[in-house]
């Protein structure tokens, strides 16, 4: 193991007060949240368990150090599904915030909230005024 990845090598916690692994060598049941998320699991309140730590010089955090919070998998649950009404009232939202309120038509992407209209009201407003 190299000395980068035996700095981050910590299973018990002692140093990071949470354990802590290199790059690719956690434990296969503890997954980030988007590899919870991937399998269809949500965490489910359970707190961080663990965390993976490396370095990147592209990153600008102290040290160039930065960190992955995994969750254990198998006190994961299931990923909740959206109700009937709730899919409606989310469809509604999104149709209002692709309404113009100039023209009233659906401009089939959501509106410039810089410009609260659509791009052809937008439009039509500046050569007007010019």
């Not at 965390?51 to 102290?62: D, I, M, N």
């Not at 109700?83 to 089939?108: F, H, I, S, V």
Request: glycine share 8%; net charge positive; aromatic share 8%.
């Amino acid at each position: 193991m190299s000395r980068t990845r035996a700095a981050f090598f910590d299973p018990t916690g002692q140093r990071y007060g949470i354990p802590t692994w290199p790059w690719r060598m956690a434990p296969p049941h503890l997954l980030t949240f988007r590899q919870l998320t991937a399998r269809g699991l949500r965490p489910g309140g359970q707190q961080v368990q663990a965390q993976v730590l490396w370095r990147s010089r592209r990153y600008r955090a102290p040290g160039g150090i930065r960190a992955a919070y995994l969750y254990d998998i198998r006190l994961a649950l299931p990923k909740r599904t959206p109700t009937p009404r709730q899919l409606e009232a989310l469809a509604k939202a999104n149709a209002a915030r692709r309404t113009c309120p100039t023209c009233g038509t659906d401009a089939g992407y959501v509106l410039p909230r810089h410009l609260g209209t659509c791009l052809d009201c937008a439009d039509g407003n500046e050569r007007s005024a010019a």
